[in-house]
């Protein structure tokens, strides 16, 4: 397993334009967390999913943003009308299960860099 | 709302120097606190995972400490080298979601 995978690594769009991204967790993780991170800031969480189910939003996913994850395995993040302050890197992570324990340890992909101009 | 802040926001250090980075936060309500190193323009490495009911938790030349009640944990670096440079990342899990609150980072450099 080559851990979680993020597609694409870079995204140059015009604003008001639709991107869509990928993230193909580990293989067996049943979590799987998006993330938004702003130069010189720490991520911040945007949502996440138990196998197929979207359990949670932060306030931050407008209705601009939907995520899904069909299958309960890899997930897309959508953005339409993209705007400049959309710019950011979208980071993806998986993790076992939830709780407590060594299993909820959260893997992270390499992102993908969103540059609106 | 959670809250994690880190210090110092950056350090530069001399290669073999021991050093210890700061993290807080202000809900002690954690199921767990990582510590993560990112390099720049990459992705996010799990360093270390310290469960809200532990002390501490080793790994090579990194030990990370908690202590839940006040807020606090730091992660001890001993005989730094070049390539420990990266900006290192504190996050604490709260809620049944397990979602990640991070802190701005402390951005490390050591110098040959």
């Known amino acids: 397993d080559t851990g979680v995978s993020q597609d694409p690594r870079h995204k140059i769009t015009k604003r008001g334009q639709n991107v869509t991204f990928r993230c193909d967790p580990i293989s067996e993780h049943n979590r799987l967390y998006w993330y938004r991170q702003t130069l010189g800031q720490g991520p911040e969480f945007l949502t996440y999913?138990?196998?197929?189910?979207?359990?949670?939003k932060s306030r931050l996913l407008s209705d601009r943003f939907s995520a899904e994850r069909p299958k309960g395995s890899f997930s897309t993040l959508e953005i339409q009308r993209t705007e400049q302050g959309d710019s950011a890197m979208y980071l993806c992570a998986s993790s076992l299960r939830g709780g407590y324990g060594e299993k909820n340890i959260q893997y992270f992909g390499a992102g993908t860099r969103l540059s609106v101009l | 709302k959670q809250e994690v802040t880190q210090i110092p926001a950056a350090l530069s250090v001399p290669e073999g120097e021991n050093l210890v980075l700061n993290c807080s936060f202000t809900d002690s309500a954690i199921y767990n606190l990582q510590w993560f190193r990112q390099d720049p323009g990459k992705g996010l490495t799990s360093l270390l995972l310290i469960q809200s009911s532990q002390r501490e938790q080793t790994s090579g030349r990194l030990n990370a400490s908690l202590d839940k009640s006040s807020g606090r944990s730091t992660l001890y670096i001993a005989a730094s080298q070049p390539g420990d440079s990266a900006t290192y990342l504190c996050?604490?899990?709260?809620?049944?979601?397990?979602?990640?609150?991070f802190g701005t980072g402390t951005q490390l450099k050591v110098e040959l």
């Open positions: 999913f138990q196998n197929e189910a979207q359990l949670e």
């Open positions: 996050a604490v899990s709260t809620g049944g979601g397990n979602k990640l609150t």
